[in-house]
Structure formats: structure tokens, C-alpha cells
């Protein structure tokens, strides 16, 4: 029998998914596609339903991967999302129907603009022939149903694309214990969110490993202080059936932390925290795609 975590309403949608969601980059990273495939379906299994990936994970296999893996009546068990980096209209078309057909499917659940970091970003996309004429086009023909963005450098720029126009179905950002004290998108941006029923689909919730060096809290404080937040889901590396196991248990057992619990947690990365040191991925450029530094002649 299929297992179960529990769900959450996706933004405005009258559809749920569940609060932990596997993200395509690392299922990758294993050599052997006959062990990411039975990844990806242990997960579905255990009761998974939304699948993160992107257009340039592993040049494409990552995408192969999942279009492998939801053989089998697996697509019709998941809310399937994946990211472009187009930001003009024939770039993300382009995009589009390469991720379509790498992950064999007719339409993709939510479609999202990946790294919006650069400052030019959202001028570039809602241009006359920007990518955002492509979101319109490719929902109104079925291809996709949800679009949203992501980005994971500093919250002003999201609010860029917030402040066109549009009505975005979600956001996704980092968020975890040590993002209320440096450049934090908990703090900017998901009041608004909420208000305006936009999904906030959270990541990096461990900091790209920032949280566990501080050694000042468990992997378990860390996911359950995320999901205490008002978030739909958190998008997790789990490039293992192992840390796959792990993180089902911890969101089957997740209770809801109250705002002095989270306080507290927070307190004790705070003085770790205020320099940004522990969330490189907001001040480096080595966590960027090649594709966005390309694009910006950015090294």
C-alpha cells in the first residue's frame, strides 16, 4: 500500500500536495539511472507527490530521469514541477517543450522562471518578447498549468517580479532557521505571499549544509521549523534512500511549532547567522547556474 504524508493546499488551487517534495538535481546525482529511478518511485511511494527539477539540472538527465521514473501510472500520482531559464519568449519555449519531452509528458503542473538573481531579471522577462509572453501562451494551450519563479539571492529582486502585473501561483525560496537575519525572504516576503494566496514552496531549508555546521540544531528542528512556517511544501536533496526514509519520517511525525519555539531555535543560530556566512548562496556566485551567469556576462 502507497504511504502517506501530509498535505497542503497549493496556494489559491483547490489541490493539495505534499509538505515534502523531492528535488530533481540530486535524485541525479546518482551514476546508475536504474537507482534514480527507483529513487523517484520509492518516494512516490512512501507517499510524495510534488517533484521539483529544472531544465539545466545535469544538462537534461536529471529531467530524463523523471520522465523514466513516472512510467507506469507514476505521472498520474504526482504534481510534476520543473524550471526554465528562458527569459525571452523563444528561449523558454524552446525550454519548454525539450522539458516535456525529456520527462514524457503532455503538461507540466507548474511551470517556473529558475534564479531570478540578477538584478535585470524581471525587466528582461516582462520585456515586449520576454519569456512571460511564453507562460501565457503555453497555459493557455494546456502545456502547463501553474506558474510561478524562484530565486535565491535576495528577496528585493523577487519583489520585482511580484510588483508586475501577473498572477503568480508560486514563489520558491530559501527558507530556514538562519534566514530571518540576512537578507530574509521569511521576513520581506511571505506575509505577502499568504495574503495574496501565491504558494511559498521552500528550500535550501538546510542551507545548503549552512544550518548543520553551526551544530546548533538537528536536521529534525530544521525541516519542522520550516514547516512551521506557512509554506506548501519543502522542496529537499535526497539523493538517497536513506535520507529519502529520513526525511518521510520527520514529516510524518512534524508537529507545529509555536512562535516562541521558533524563536528560540532561531536564537541559538543567531549570532552565526547575522553575517551571512552560513548562506553563501545569497552573496556567492558559485551557487549560480552557468546558464544565468552566461546570460549576464557574469563570469
Not at 10 to 29: N, P, Q, T, Y
Request: no cysteine.
Amino acid at each position: 500500500m502507497p504511504g502517506t504524508i501530509p498535505k497542503r493546499r497549493f496556494g489559491r488551487a483547490d489541490e493539495e500536495v505534499s509538505i515534502l517534495g523531492l528535488g530533481g538535481a540530486h535524485v541525479a546525482r546518482n551514476e546508475s539511472d536504474r537507482d534514480a529511478v527507483a529513487l523517484v518511485r520509492l518516494a512516490v511511494d512512501e507517499g510524495v507527490t510534488f517533484l521539483d527539477n529544472a531544465w539545466e539540472y545535469h544538462e537534461g538527465r536529471a529531467e530524463e530521469l523523471y520522465g523514466k521514473a513516472l512510467q507506469d501510472g507514476y505521472r498520474e500520482r504526482v504534481f510534476l514541477m520543473t524550471k526554465h531559464h528562458g527569459r525571452d519568449r523563444e528561449t523558454a519555449l524552446r525550454h519548454l517543450d525539450e522539458s516535456l519531452k525529456r520527462m514524457r509528458t503532455d503538461v507540466i503542473d507548474l511551470w517556473q522562471f529558475h534564479e531570478i538573481i540578477y538584478e535585470d531579471d524581471p525587466e528582461m522577462i516582462f520585456a515586449r518578447g520576454g519569456a512571460i509572453e511564453a507562460a501565457v501562451e503555453a497555459k493557455e494551450a494546456g502545456k502547463v498549468r501553474y506558474i510561478g519563479f524562484t530565486g535565491h539571492k535576495d528577496p528585493r529582486i523577487l519583489r520585482k517580479m511580484l510588483d508586475h502585473a501577473f498572477e503568480w501561483d508560486s514563489v520558491q525560496m530559501p527558507l530556514n532557521v538562519l534566514d530571518a537575519n540576512f537578507r530574509s525572504f521569511q521576513d520581506d516576503l511571505v506575509g505577502e505571499l499568504v495574503g495574496r494566496g501565491i504558494a511559498v514552496l521552500a528550500m535550501k531549508t538546510m542551507a545548503a549544509g549552512g544550518v548543520l555546521e553551526t551544530g546548533a540544531i538537528s536536521v529534525e528542528e530544521g525541516l519542522n521549523y520550516v514547516w512551521s512556517l506557512p509554506v506548501t511544501t519543502i522542496v529537499s536533496g535526497m539523493h538517497s534512500p536513506e535520507i529519502l526514509q529520513e526525511n518521510v519520517r520527520a514529516a510524518r511525525s512534524y508537529t507545529a511549532m509555536n512562535r516562541d519555539e521558533r524563536e528560540e531555535i532561531a536564537e541559538r543560530v543567531r549570532s552565526a547567522a547575522e553575517t551571512g556566512e552560513y548562506e553563501r548562496y545569497k552573496s556567492a556566485r558559485d551557487f549560480d547556474s552557468r546558464h544565468g551567469r552566461e546570460l549576464h556576462e557574469d563570469g
